[in-house]
């Protein structure tokens, strides 16, 4: 089955931007988590969804938000862009169950803000 | 707050040799501890780990738990340039409140570097 998908792959913005990542989950999987991964900071978890409600919400500031639409799919958006955004947002899904091996993970955006 | 410590932070072996990598952490209603592997983006599933000193093993990779010390291990045996690539230890929780428990708090990783 075909895995996460997230669009764009790579992205370059000018700060104060505004930005919104795509995340398609495995099919059949109803929560969907998104990351930052920064060499400083390592993995942070942003926020989960599941069934079109955010369950979970990690210590980003309000410019970071998402949603998720019906058919599972979701995006996340981070307005007013600073240099400190740049980058890899990784999302996640996740079938039954807690994560386990079907808490698969997409190839990432690559963000960069200039 | 929910922390995961891993180490060491990067390592560089010759092929053949055997590995050891850290994770301790200290999460709040403990649920379970993951490894993942990381090579250029996507991080790929390795082991979950629930109970305590129950190994889980796959080919020359093993792991096992401690949840009275609050650690795990990842061994790697006869390493092959092919596993050089960064090691993630993450662990869940349960919640008490709402919410749910597919949030992973990570560790930084460590940087596993394996020369031929």
């Known amino acids: 089955k075909a895995g996460v998908t997230q669009t764009p792959r790579y992205l370059i913005k000018t700060r104060g931007q505004q930005v919104t990542l795509s995340c398609s989950p495995i099919s059949g999987h109803r929560s969907v988590s998104w990351y930052q991964q920064t060499p400083g900071q390592g993995l942070q978890f942003l926020f989960e969804y599941f069934s079109e409600t955010q369950r979970n919400k990690g210590n980003f500031p309000g410019r970071f938000s998402g949603r998720q639409f019906s058919n599972s799919r979701s995006e996340m958006n981070v307005s007013t862009l600073e240099l400190g955004d740049s980058a890899l947002y990784l999302c996640?899904?996740?079938?039954?169950?807690?994560?386990?091996?079907?808490?698969?993970f997409g190839s990432g955006t690559r963000l960069t803000v200039v | 707050e929910d922390k995961v410590v891993q180490s060491p932070l990067s390592l560089v072996v010759h092929e053949g040799d055997t590995v050891t990598l850290n994770c301790s952490y200290e999460v709040t209603n403990f649920r379970s501890l993951l490894w993942y592997k990381q090579e250029k983006k996507a991080p790929t599933f390795l082991f979950m780990l629930?109970?305590?000193?129950i190994e889980k093993k796959s080919g020359r990779l093993s792991s096992i738990l401690d949840k009275k010390e609050l650690f795990s291990i990842l061994n790697i045996t006869a390493t092959q340039t092919g596993d050089s690539a960064v090691y993630l230890c993450?662990?869940?929780?349960?919640?008490?409140?709402?919410?749910?428990?597919?949030?992973?708090?990570f560790g930084k990783g460590t940087l596993l570097t394996v020369n031929p």
């Open positions: 996640a899904s996740s079938g039954q169950g807690p994560p386990n091996y079907g808490y698969t």
């Open positions: 993450a662990g869940t929780f349960t919640p008490t409140s709402g919410g749910s428990n597919y949030k992973l708090t």
């Open positions: 629930t109970s305590s000193g």
